[in-house]
Nanobody, 126 residues
Framework: QVQLVESGGGLVQPGGSLRLACRFT?????IGWFRQAPGKEREGVAC????????YYEDSVKGRLTISVGNTDNLMYLQMNGLKPEDTAVYYC??????????????????????RGQGTQVTVSS
């Protein structure tokens, strides 16, 4: 059974940094992060593909956010640097399992994974 639990959110000033973590069970076809801000649509942020080992990023976060997965400990991270007020949102980790029938390459559209965690709030404000 797939389970995902996020941690690491909080309040940070503009320009600051946070690191989110997601503990997950099971193997993945794709694993990643998406976010949702009040009044806005869900937005995929970054993901890692098991198919080719590549990482993918939404344009607005490139160069500021870095996704990674530990080799042995079923932990995924999102290192967030240079945070901006527009990064304020609830951040979720998501997973599409390796034994599923998926045909996309990259991240699922609009961060719509089959499994997700409960989310962690990130607020960027002075």
């Amino acid at each position: 059974q797939v389970q995902l639990v996020e941690s690491g959110g909080g309040l940070v000033q503009p320009g600051g940094s946070l690191r989110l973590a997601c503990r997950f069970t099971g193997d993945y076809y794709t694993i990643g992060w998406f976010r949702q801000a009040p009044g806005k649509e869900r937005e995929g942020v970054a993901c890692i593909s098991r198919l080719n080992g590549n990482t993918y990023y939404e344009d607005s976060v490139k160069g500021r956010l870095t996704i990674s997965v530990g080799n042995t400990d079923n932990l995924m991270y999102l290192q967030m640097n240079g945070l901006k007020p527009e990064d304020t949102a609830v951040y979720y980790c998501g997973l599409d399992p390796r034994d599923g029938a998926y045909y996309y390459i990259g991240c699922p559209q609009s961060g719509r994974y089959d499994y997700r965690g409960q989310g962690t709030q990130v607020t960027v404000s002075s």
